[in-house]
């Protein structure tokens, strides 16, 4: 069966109405198999297009060779077995999916700011912020230098960081607040218990 959910039944009747030779009558046979279709899922029929819908499947459990005066504008059997268009991704670096894409854009804006404590004292926020996201991510600790690789093939070598001037936030800072968020998290959905009356 093409459409199982509409049972032997309905599939026996659209075959049927299918062999039916005048039209006027094959239109009729068409409009009470729709009926009938319709009184199978009842609960449905809020939605707006479900009639639409009703004739879709009638169209296509006949295997398009329903030659009726249909109301709506079926589907067609070549779109049903024709691929979707391929969806689009951006062309992000995929071993730092990490890091984030809101990370890549601002390592593009201070790629773009002129040189001074500005720009330094955001290269410095975008690289605490890596690591951090690195951590939590990976579940484990990082080395500054790793960091500050990542950053410079990322800016694609405009910021190289060096690690005897900037030091990052420490790797057990990050796991502590990580463990603390997560603890304070897990008490809020603890039951509260009533302390034991004395008796």
């Known amino acids: 069966m093409i459409l199982p959910e509409y049972g032997r039944n309905i599939h026996n009747m659209i075959d049927y109405c299918t062999g039916i030779a005048d039209r006027g009558e094959r239109q009729?046979?068409?409009?009470?198999?729709?009926?009938?279709?319709?009184?199978?899922?009842?609960h449905l029929r809020d939605i707006s297009d479900f009639k639409h819908i009703l004739w879709d499947h009638l169209?296509?459990?006949?295997?398009?060779?329903?030659?009726?005066?249909?109301?709506?504008?079926?589907?067609?059997?070549?779109?049903?077995?024709?691929?979707?268009?391929?969806?689009?991704?951006?062309?992000?670096?995929?071993?730092?999916?990490?890091?984030?894409?809101?990370?890549?854009?601002?390592?593009?804006?201070?790629?773009?700011?002129?040189?001074g404590e500005e720009k330094d004292c955001l290269i410095s926020m975008i690289?605490?912020?890596?690591?951090?996201?690195?951590?939590?991510?990976?579940?484990?600790?990082?080395?500054?230098?790793?960091?500050f690789l990542d950053l410079e093939e990322l800016s694609e070598g405009r910021i190289k960081l060096d690690g005897s001037r900037l030091k990052l936030v420490d790797n057990r800072e990050i796991l502590a607040r990580n463990n603390t968020n997560n603890t304070n998290t897990g008490g809020n959905n603890k039951k509260k218990t009533s302390p034991r009356k004395n008796r």
Not at 30 to 41: K, R
Not at 127 to 146: F, G, I, P, R
Request: proline share 4%.
């Open 28 to 42: 009729r046979c068409a409009n009470t198999i729709i009926s009938t279709m319709g009184n199978l899922f009842p």
């Open 59 to 115: 169209a296509i459990m006949s295997d398009f060779k329903l030659d009726i005066d249909y109301p709506y504008e079926v589907a067609k059997k070549e779109d049903l077995y024709s691929k979707p268009p391929r969806i689009y991704y951006s062309g992000s670096r995929g071993q730092y999916r990490h890091y984030g894409k809101i990370v890549e854009q601002m390592i593009y804006k201070a790629n773009a700011m002129e040189e």
């Open 127 to 147: 690289a605490n912020h890596m690591k951090k996201s690195y951590v939590l991510w990976n579940k484990d600790t990082v080395e500054d230098s790793k960091i």
